[in-house]
């Protein structure tokens, strides 16, 4: 058997949309300033579906950082590996300053945010420890405890958010470190990037009273974002001590490329010269470094960013509630809509046309395999740089298909398009 083989047979759970979702529904090309107003397909949309959470990716103090660095060093510098030949004292400096804003002695600069946590749960594991991690983990820390060097039954699963799930199987581990001599790492995020979720990290980190583990918190979603400073959901919860090791990426409120893993100066020693993603990679580029020093420095002079972040997320929130939509339990600015019934793929991707070719707004649907199978979700991330009228009108919008989908209209079309589809096959 050729390995290619298997490609003939189809691309997947999300390829299998691919004959008509290419380029519309899925590898959508948004054109023009990032902001609330993209262009796609020749058309101007209303855009909820960028991560530019303090609306820092065109401001013009980044824009300027930006440009700067670009043009004081070029992309290329430093070049090399940090361990060789390509570390600085800006990357030190910036270091530096993260670990002091999320409240721990140290901090380490990673090339990318998926890589670079798969590669720190790779690092901090041996094949003597056991992981615990909660069930709707994202998929770059999923990926990360693959590389667990444990045997595969050596890492257990807790139901979401369930505090009693997670002490039956501190229990279970606890049992299994016993005969190991390995430690307990416990995974989880602050903020769940689909459901909009706030992991349970008080409670967690309460749970070390009765059990000896280690606490990893991918808090992309809630850096910038969450508690008093924005320095995170641990921030919100009052727990930043208890998190052992913090890690974010600058892909949400940074509006850039790169992450951090911040801890006691000794883990973080132990994770620059051990960390094969890190020791065998080019540093991240220094214009990155100058721009993110910036953007840092504006998340923390100006909380009105934040607050009006905030002010747009409680107004579409409250709004989408009061309509009688599902937006299940969120507390952050992660916006999932919930569609119950007897809806079939077809009929969702008919509304999101109707939104998007109509009424001029722009927002991802989601499905199995980034969700459980038999949910359908629309997903709206407000911003700083949205406003009350951006609301109003996606709210009214909303209203609109909220009645054609309940009155079968999305159905109707969905089976007209695939009676055509199936002339034309």
């Given at each position: 058997m050729d390995i290619?083989?298997?490609?003939?047979?189809?691309?997947?759970?999300?390829?299998?949309?691919?004959?008509y979702s290419h380029h519309y529904f899925t590898f959508p090309k948004l054109t023009g300033e990032l902001g609330p107003r993209m262009t796609f397909m020749g058309k101007e949309m209303l855009n909820w579906s960028l991560n530019n959470y303090l609306g820092l990716a065109n401001h013009p103090e980044v824009r300027e950082a930006d440009n700067k660095g670009t043009q004081d060093y070029g992309l290329a510098y430093p070049m090399g590996a940090r361990m060789m030949s390509g570390n600085s004292d800006l990357h030190e400096e910036f270091e530096a300053q993260l670990a002091e804003f999320v409240g721990k002695e140290d901090a380490f600069l990673l090339n990318f945010g998926y890589q670079g946590v798969m590669s720190v749960i790779e690092c901090i594991c041996d094949r003597n420890d056991i992981i615990v991690y909660d069930a709707e983990a994202h998929?770059?820390?999923?990926?990360?405890?693959?590389?667990?060097?444990?045997?595969?039954?050596?890492?257990?699963?807790?139901?979401?958010?369930?505090?009693?799930?997670?002490?039956?199987?501190?229990?279970?581990?606890?049992?299994?470190?016993?005969e190991t001599g390995g430690g307990i790492l416990v995974i989880t995020e602050g903020v769940f990037g689909m459901s909009g979720k706030v992991g349970s990290l008080d409670e967690i980190v309460k749970m070390k009273e009765d059990f000896n583990f280690r606490i990893l918190v991918d808090d992309a979603h809630g850096f910038g974002t969450m508690g008093p400073n924005g320095r995170g959901v641990h921030e919100a919860l009052n727990c930043m001590d208890g998190i052992d090791l913090y890690f974010s990426t600058f892909a949400k409120s940074m509006a850039a490329i790169g992450a951090f893993i911040a801890a006691s100066k000794e883990i973080v020693m132990f994770l620059k010269y051990n960390m094969r993603s890190q020791i065998y990679a080019k540093a991240l580029p220094m214009p990155f470094v100058v721009g993110g020093m910036k953007r840092l420095e504006l998340i923390k002079k100006h909380p009105e960013f934040r607050e009006k972040l905030w002010e747009n997320v409680r107004a579409i929130q409250t709004g989408?509630?009061?309509?009688?939509?599902?937006?299940?339990?969120?507390?952050?600015?992660?916006?999932?809509?919930?569609?119950?019934?007897?809806?079939?793929?077809?009929?969702?991707?008919?509304?999101?046309?109707?939104?998007?070719?109509?009424?001029?707004?722009?927002?991802?649907?989601?499905?199995?395999?980034?969700?459980?199978?038999?949910?359908?979700?629309l997903r709206i991330i407000p911003t700083a740089s949205h406003t009350l009228e951006d609301v109003a009108y996606t709210l009214d919008c909303f209203e609109k298909v909220q009645q054609r989908l309940q009155d079968g209209t999305y159905r109707r079309i969905a089976e007209e398009f695939l009676a055509q589809q199936a002339e034309l096959a």
């Open positions: 290619f083989d298997k490609v003939s047979k189809g691309l997947g759970p999300i390829g299998a949309h691919a004959h998929a770059c820390l999923i990926d990360g405890i693959r590389l667990h060097k444990a045997k595969m039954g050596d890492y257990y699963k807790f139901n979401h958010n369930d505090m009693d799930s997670l002490r039956k199987n501190l229990e279970r581990a606890t049992k299994k470190v016993a989408f509630k009061a309509k009688g939509f599902d937006v299940g339990e969120t507390t952050s600015p992660v916006t999932p809509i919930f569609l119950h019934g007897d809806y079939e793929l077809s009929h969702v991707t008919a509304l999101v046309r109707d939104m998007r070719e109509n009424m001029g707004v722009f927002c991802s649907i989601v499905t199995y395999p980034v969700v459980p199978k038999g949910q359908i979700m």
